[in-house]
């Protein structure tokens, strides 16, 4: 990390500096011109051809990314040598969030941008760059990445696809990997497979290499527009000049891809909500029932506002995350430093992933409801849309897998050294001895109750803790909901004019929703932890650093509902 940039994590240990704070309404012109372009890309391109797409016309497939190629949409983030338009990753971030109009074209680019694009750029040699950069970036090109195999999604390093050097100094490569984004049509595929089987590895493999095809398309539940094949590798041969990376050292491309992955993956589930949360305000605005539109109903207001909400405050989060990874990736030079950011980011980017996917299948789940039986039938996209959606929480790493990383990063990197956790945690035990140790605010309560959650599950449990799933899983509940919550306060701190109100009581319901998560989770916590005296101890500073006072969160989501109705769209945009 350079020196001077953010930390990723610090948000737990203090005061976050509101002025320091990136959000949705502070964006550069660039930044917009770039969003208004995929936008418009998506409403007058892809979603009037969603049918296309999903009768598999691939051909079509690869035009639209062609286009996206022309627009500058790929390569948002790329350097201008190869083609890309050098933006930020704000920039990349908001590309990802306005293409969410069409989920299946959205699976097609990320995996393109993504999976392909990236790792070439932070570990391709200057041959690999010059040779696949360019054409990718354009969308001549289409790429599509294989890391999972059939026996192995989530313990993606357990692979079996095998590699054997070649005395001519390429490799020879079997297996075969399962589910892979553009199967049915890419050009060419980022592979991993294990060196004499045990050296995991990334290669770039051609579709038009000996042995490389690929296999017939899944039959799915949603993303019918979205080729999904294995890839079947036979003594594939694969010349020297495209192992990607360092023999033995895939991990390290599989894992730094995905990070910055799961973070686009949160700003597409955001900009998904966003579409839903308007897609339900005109519906509930047309439809009449006893002689009154459904939007007058005190329940549909209540769901349009809590919807709203949610997708502030994930929103709130992508904003602020992505002004920290670029802050830290001017301090630095090159893909060094942009690969150093996405690690020091991590933690966000699991954040991000989960709460993301899961406020998206919350707001589609409403969306359909609100729809009624409209809601269960073709005739409207709220059907396709809950379809597509549920794949989010199981790609990019299951959201059990991420929950799972959240606090385990965080106690390494404390471990480590890197973010003074530890310390925290046994200052605020000292404190809570003492008698004290309450926040005078909302969110430090939150956040020290999550520092309370981390330093005595490390206690309890040292070593062992990655054996204790429940336990670390509601911890991140609480982290993430703390994240949430501190991330919408301080983007509604920043807000001005009219809409400084709407955006207050979106940070109220968030917080209020985060408050009844974080006790639960700390009660389950403690329960699990301590019994008896130790318990009731437990129990009683838990209560005193939770002091929140519910606030009437009725009429916030009530008129929350009404604007949106009013504008017929999700209002913080
Ligand atoms: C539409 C689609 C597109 C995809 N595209 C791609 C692609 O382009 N490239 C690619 O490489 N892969 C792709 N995948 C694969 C995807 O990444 C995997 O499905 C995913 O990683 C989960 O792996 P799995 O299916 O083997 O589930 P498993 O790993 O078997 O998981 C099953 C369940 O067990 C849980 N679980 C597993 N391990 C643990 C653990 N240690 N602790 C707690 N719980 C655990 C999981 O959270 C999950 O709930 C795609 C999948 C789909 C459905």
Redesign the pocket.
């Known amino acids: 990390m350079a020196a001077g940039a953010a930390k990723g994590g610090a948000w737990l240990l203090g005061p976050a500096d509101p002025t320091t704070v990136l959000t949705p309404e502070h964006l550069s012109e660039e930044q917009r011109l770039i969003g208004r372009t995929a936008q418009e890309f998506v409403d007058k391109e892809v979603v009037p051809n969603i049918d296309r797409l999903e009768q598999k016309d691939w051909a079509f497939a690869r035009q639209l990314l062609r286009r996206s190629g022309e627009l500058g949409l790929l390569g948002v983030d790329a350097p201008e040598e190869f083609g890309g338009v050098g933006l930020d990753k704000t920039a990349a971030l908001i590309v990802s969030r306005n293409l969410s109009g069409s989920a299946s074209f959205s ?1 097609a680019f990320g ?1 393109q941008g993504n ?1 392909v694009i990236t790792p070439i750029l932070l570990f391709g040699t200057p041959e690999q760059k010059a040779r696949y950069l360019p054409r990718l970036i354009a969308g001549e090109m289409v790429g ?5 195999e059939s026996g ?5 390093l357990g692979a079996n696809a095998r590699a054997v050097k070649l005395p001519d100094g390429g490799f020879s490569l079997n297996g075969e ?6 199967g049915g049509f890419a050009d060419v595929f980022v592979v991993f497979a294990k060196v004499d089987g045990e050296h995991f590895t990334a290669f770039i493999v051609e579709r038009g290499f000996p042995g490389v095809s690929t296999g017939k398309e899944e039959h ?1 539940m949603g ?1 019918h527009g ?1 080729s ?1 094949t294995p890839l079947l590798l036979q003594d594939a041969r694969v010349p020297a000049g495209n192992l990607l990376g360092e023999i033995g050292k895939g991990h390290k491309v599989a894992f730094n891809v995905l990070n910055f992955g799961r973070f686009k993956l949160g700003a597409m589930c955001v900009g998904g909500a966003a579409l839903a949360v308007g897609d339900s305000a005109r519906y509930a605005a047309s439809r009449k029932q006893f002689g009154k539109t459904i939007a007058s109903f005190g329940a549909i207001r209540h769901k349009l506002g809590e919807m709203s909400a949610r997708t502030y405050a994930v929103e709130s989060l992508l904003y602020r995350t992505a002004g920290l990874i670029d802050a830290s990736i001017a301090l630095g030079e090159g893909s060094g430093a942009v690969l150093a950011a996405m690690e020091e980011f991590a933690v966000e980017a699991s954040i991000a992933k989960v709460a993301g996917s899961e406020t998206l299948d919350f707001v589609l789940d409403e969306n359909v409801q609100i729809h009624g039986g409209n809601g269960f039938v073709r005739d409207y996209p709220a059907e396709r849309h809950y379809r597509d959606a549920r ?1 989010n929480r ?8 991420n929950r ?1 990383l959240i606090p385990g990063m965080l106690i390494r990197r404390s471990l480590k050294g890197d973010l003074p956790l530890i310390g925290a945690a046994r200052n605020l035990q000292d404190e809570i001895l003492s008698g004290q140790g309450s926040a005078d605010d909302t969110v430090g309560s939150f956040k020290k109750v999550a520092l309370m959650a981390l330093g005595l599950a490390m206690q309890r449990y040292g070593e062992d803790i990655a054996e204790q ?1 429940e336990v670390l899983i509601a911890i991140a509940d609480i982290l993430i909901a703390t994240a949430c919550a501190e991330s919408a306060q301080l983007r509604a701190a920043a807000a001005t004019g009219q809409a400084a109100a709407f955006h207050a009581d979106a940070t109220a319901i968030v917080t209020d929703g985060a408050a009844a998560t974080i006790e639960t989770m700390a009660r389950r916590l403690l329960a699990a932890m301590a019994e008896g005296d130790t318990l009731r101890t437990h129990l009683a500073a838990l209560r005193r650093l939770l002091k929140v006072m519910p606030t009437d969160t009725v009429i916030r989501r009530r008129r929350i509902a009404d604007e949106t109705v009013r504008r017929g769209s999700y209002i913080f945009q």
């Open positions: 699976a995996a999976l599509a990445y294989a890391l999972s192995s999604g989530s313990d993606a990997k399962m589910w892979i984004t553009n799915k993303l979205s999904t794949v199981i790609f990019e790493g299951t959201n059990e897998i799972l799933q």
